[in-house]
């Protein structure tokens, strides 16, 4: 379906007419996405919600320029998606950090391969593990953290270069509930205050409520967008939103959204 | 304190069992050898065995204390560590190189995997007599002996640790737009490196057996030929005391890549 076009898209991005067709390994061919159109402005916070195999992971992978769309185009920031941009970080289901490098080093990594200002960065980096409490693991291994601090590592590495459009997939997903509620109110104050766009994956009805403006419901099978649903919400988003009712009809909102395509 | 309540239960357990605990972990071992060495012995002075053919420890022992005074046995020694360890850096620098080379492309790997698999599966050893006829009694033969022996682990273990690789770590590499030379030198290398180190290890102890084996066949120098010599002049206490130095050295060599393993791979034991 379409959605109407946002104020600024120039500097978003838009998604026209997006398919993907993957083929395997046997010959065969898997339709992973059809007919996404979708334009996202600057700063937004949109989250794409559905159950594994509706494409969430395949979108953004070509928003990050790391997959090709079999057809239609995605434009961020006024130019085609492509790999290696600073104004763009991707962050992962696991924290993919190297456990031969300090925590700092691994925050660095971008720097390093988008061959950025070092000194700048380094400052940044510091400010980064402050604001995601991990000052004093700067220098530690990373064997040395919790799950739930490598994460954070790996949103500070994301952060680093100060992006101005953030991929998150599944970042979470892999944390247990309490960690993952955690860092949802950690990221939901730097998005209030840094105001990045940022492109949120997940199957979590109640964490794509808390943290989106917008959310896009999909289904698979193939890979579609159901519906946008709008997040109404006062920012900042705190702890004491979860739970109101505000939050649970929305939340039941997009749970029958996408209830009936399962 | 903790400390208390976590240790007292242990100690416990440690008092039951006297050999638990890093304590046990040298003492255990230590009289095990101990007591192995001293039933040797007894049963050598017993007379239960003829001297000639296994002499006690400690004649060894004296055998190997003279040795050490002797020059025949520093030359050996020299000779046979030479081969060695230019076999083994021959062996690994080759092995990695051509590793990283058939890790990199698909290709490759396909074209040279079935011959890569035949070679390890082969006594390597086998072809020493081969090596002989071809570079002759000189330390050439048994250099080129070492480092074929050494050479396939190392290989192997520089491919697989080239496949292991986090795919989730290669799209990050990828969406920062690293070249395929930044990929290799920040990713595929050093995760690759625990297990190149793993065969590293394996090949110096491979690169000794190659070079005595390599003597063995065919020399007029080393601790392999000392050996042969020794056992002819049925000198078997002498025979012993070469193989006791090297086992010493066999040893240190292997302590010293493991030494350079924690140094290089000091993530190891964590990743
Ligand atoms: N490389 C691939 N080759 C073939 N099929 C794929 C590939 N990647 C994903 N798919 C298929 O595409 C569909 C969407 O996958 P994905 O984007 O990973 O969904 P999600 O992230 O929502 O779980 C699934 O049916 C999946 O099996
Ligand atoms: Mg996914």
């Known amino acids: ?262 | 304190m903790t400390a208390t309540t976590s240790d007292s239960p242990r100690l416990a357990r440690a008092a039951r069992r006297p050999f638990s605990g890093s304590l046990g972990k040298v003492l255990l071992p230590s009289s095990v050898l101990l007591l192995s060495v001293a039933v040797w012995e007894a049963v050598s002075r017993a007379g239960l065995v003829n001297e000639i053919i296994v002499p006690a420890p400690t004649a060894v022992a004296q055998e190997l204390v003279g040795m050490l005074d002797e020059s025949y046995f520093w030359e050996a020694t020299w000779v046979t560590m030479a081969e060695t360890l230019a076999g083994f850096a021959i062996g690994v620098v080759l092995a990695w190189a051509l590793g990283t080379v058939l890790g990199m492309f698909e290709g490759a790997r396909t074209a040279f995997y079935p011959i890569v698999v035949g070679f390890q599966i082969t006594p390597r050893v086998a072809l020493a007599p081969l090596f002989l006829t071809w570079f002759g009694f000189g330390l050439t033969s048994k250099v080129v002996m070492a480092a074929t022996i050494c050479f396939f682990p190392v290989l192997l273990n520089v491919m697989v640790g080239m496949q292991g690789v986090d795919p989730a770590a290669r799209t990050l590499m990828r969406s920062l737009g690293a070249s395929r030379w930044e990929e290799y030198r920040k990713l595929t290398l050093p995760s690759s490196l625990p297990l190149i180190f793993a065969g590293i290890k394996n090949a110096i102890t491979l690169a000794l057996i190659g070079a005595i084996v390599a003597e063995f066949v065919g020399a007029s120098q080393g601790m392999g030929v000392l050996i042969k010599t020794l056992n002819f002049q049925l000198n078997v206490a002498a025979g012993f005391a070469v193989i006791v130095a090297l086992m010493v050295f066999g040893l240190i060599l292997y302590w010293i890549v493991e030494l350079v393993d924690a140094k290089v791979v000091h993530w190891r034991n964590h990743a």
Not at chain 1, 37 to 66: R, W
Not at chain 1, 174 to 193: C, I, K, M, Q, Y
Request: proline share 6%; with cysteine.
């Open chain 1, 1 to 262: 379906m379409t959605v109407d076009a946002q104020p600024g898209t120039e500097d978003g991005i838009r998604i026209a007419g997006a398919n993907k067709t993957y083929r395997t390994a046997d010959g065969g061919h898997v339709e992973a996405l059809r007919g996404v159109d979708l334009d996202i402005a600057p700063g937004e916070f949109v989250s794409f919600l559905g159950p594994s195999g509706c494409g969430k992971s395949t979108l953004l992978h070509m928003i990050a320029g790391l997959l090709s769309t079999t057809q239609g185009h995605i434009d961020v920031r006024g130019t085609p998606a492509a790999p290696g941009r600073a104004d763009m970080a991707i962050m992962l289901q696991t924290p993919v950090l190297f456990p031969w490098r300090t925590v700092i080093d691994n925050v660095m990594l971008p720097v390093e391969i988008l061959r950025l200002d070092r000194t700048k960065a380094r400052r940044r980096a510091e400010e980064l593990l402050e604001l995601t409490h991990l000052t004093e693991f700067a220098e530690k291994h990373v064997w040395e953290l919790s799950g739930g601090m490598k994460q954070r590592v790996s949103l500070a590495r994301a952060l680093v270069t100060d992006p101005s459009l953030l991929l998150m997939d599944e970042p979470f997903s892999a944390l247990d509930e309490f960690t993952r509620e955690r860092l949802n109110v950690e990221l939901a104050r730097l998005h209030d205050d840094l105001g990045r766009t940022t492109l949120f994956v997940t199957h979590n009805i109640a964490e794509a409520v808390f943290l989106s403006d917008r959310i896009v419901c999909m289904r698979p099978r193939p890979g579609e967008v159901i519906e946008v649903i709008d997040v109404p919400l006062p920012r900042p988003r705190e702890r004491a939103l979860v739970g109101t009712p505000d939050v649970v009809a929305l939340e039941n909102r997009v749970r029958r959204a996408i209830a009936e395509f399962i």
